[in-house]
């Protein structure tokens, strides 16, 4: 783990310092600060890069199967998500940082929780025959697209709160963030990209289950966390599309989409039906 060690070190430690500068950014309204996280998040991404493509050329497959791996995918496409997002949203100015900042300490935790896994759990292995399919690939795929944006909606939604408190008070806050209205706006893009990918999971985690079990479903653990995940965004765009629910409690459920999607992730795996699940190859404990 020596060289896929030291860029996964060197990838924390550059999420945590541009998070720092995406709050001096925010806090200070210095642009160069702002400019110098961003640099320093897309050296980040770059090195998570160059870790996925070390691990897939050691491992000699995909690099998305593991717990390890998997937890190295998903802080890369949340960090990629967020860059990304502030590109094409100049106009919200420098208060949209802050979300930046959420998203890389989130992304940052994920990386560290994945340094922390047993070693036996890091270890670059032959897959077994049950995951030799192309439909694992695309299954875990579209999971860590539909799961980073989904963290990056969950971070505007945090921000979206932070100026919901602040609007009609006085202070360097209310200043400084976006109005609620543009936060919400903002989540529900980040909802509109995530979803279609949170429904994919599902129907390609079903099609490979029919290649790999001989059925579609079977009430797994991780298969019923994965459909409760989708259900709740299904209950946040109908509440928004109809209409029938204010912003504060639609990011509420966003909130909750992204605490589904960690309990579907990581959660499961402690329950004790889990030994006996059939996604146990996946166990990260």
């Given at each position: 783990?020596?060289?896929?060690?030291?860029?996964?070190?060197?990838?924390?430690?550059?999420?945590?310092?541009?998070?720092?500068?995406?709050?001096?950014?925010?806090?200070?309204?210095?642009?160069?600060?702002?400019?110098?996280?961003?640099?320093?998040?897309?050296?980040?991404?770059?090195?998570?890069?160059?870790?996925?493509?070390?691990?897939?050329?050691?491992?000699?497959?995909?690099?998305?199967?593991?717990?390890?791996?998997?937890?190295?995918?998903?802080?890369?496409?949340?960090?990629?998500?967020?860059?990304?997002?502030?590109?094409?949203?100049?106009?919200?100015?420098?208060?949209?940082?802050?979300?930046?900042?959420?998203?890389?300490?989130?992304?940052?935790?994920?990386?560290?929780?994945?340094?922390?896994?047993?070693?036996?759990l890091k270890q670059a292995e032959p897959l077994m025959p049950v995951l030799r399919s192309y439909w694992?690939?695309?299954?875990?795929?579209?999971?860590?697209?539909?799961?980073?944006?989904?963290a990056l909606a969950s971070a505007l939604a945090c921000l979206y709160f932070a100026s919901y408190w602040?609007?009609?008070?006085?202070?360097?806050?209310?200043?400084?963030?976006?109005?609620?209205?543009?936060?919400?706006?903002?989540?529900?893009?980040?909802?509109?990209?995530?979803?279609?990918?949170?429904?994919?999971?599902?129907?390609?985690?079903?099609?490979?289950?029919?290649?790999?079990?001989?059925?579609?479903?079977?009430?797994?653990?991780?298969?019923?966390?994965?459909?409760?995940?989708?259900?709740?965004?299904?209950?946040?765009?109908?509440?928004?599309?109809?209409?029938?629910?204010?912003?504060?409690?639609?990011?509420?459920?966003?909130?909750?989409?992204?605490g589904t999607i960690m309990f579907t992730f990581l959660g499961v795996n402690q329950l004790a039906a889990?030994?006996?699940?059939?996604?146990?190859?996946?166990?990260?404990?």
């Amino acid at each position: 783990m020596g060289f896929e060690g030291s860029l996964l070190r060197v990838a924390v430690g550059l999420y945590l310092a541009a998070a720092a500068a995406y709050i001096v950014s925010f806090a200070g309204g210095s642009r160069p600060a702002g400019k110098a996280a961003a640099s320093l998040a897309w050296i980040g991404v770059a090195c998570q890069a160059a870790m996925l493509v070390a691990r897939g050329l050691k491992a000699g497959h995909v690099p998305l199967v593991s717990m390890y791996e998997y937890l190295i995918a998903f802080a890369w496409m949340v960090a990629l998500a967020y860059l990304l997002f502030e590109r094409s949203q100049k106009e919200m100015g420098q208060g949209i940082q802050a979300a930046g900042a959420l998203a890389l300490l989130f992304g940052a935790g994920l990386l560290w929780h994945a340094g922390s896994l047993p070693p036996h759990l890091k270890q670059a292995e032959p897959l077994m025959p049950v995951l030799r399919s192309y439909w694992l690939v695309l299954h875990v795929s579209v999971a860590v697209v539909g799961y980073g944006a989904a963290a990056l909606a969950s971070a505007l939604a945090c921000l979206y709160f932070a100026s919901y408190w602040a609007q009609g008070r006085s202070g360097w806050l209310a200043g400084r963030l976006p109005p609620p209205s543009a936060l919400d706006r903002a989540t529900y893009r980040a909802i509109r990209v995530a979803f279609p990918f949170l429904t994919l999971v599902n129907i390609t985690g079903a099609v490979w289950a029919y290649y790999a079990w001989g059925r579609y479903w079977g009430w797994d653990p991780k298969e019923t966390w994965s459909l409760i995940t989708w259900l709740v965004y299904v209950l946040y765009l109908h509440a928004r599309l109809r209409g029938e629910w204010r912003a504060p409690k639609l990011n509420a459920v966003v909130l909750v989409g992204l605490g589904t999607i960690m309990f579907t992730f990581l959660g499961v795996n402690q329950l004790a039906a889990f030994s006996q699940s059939l996604h146990s190859y996946g166990a990260g404990s």
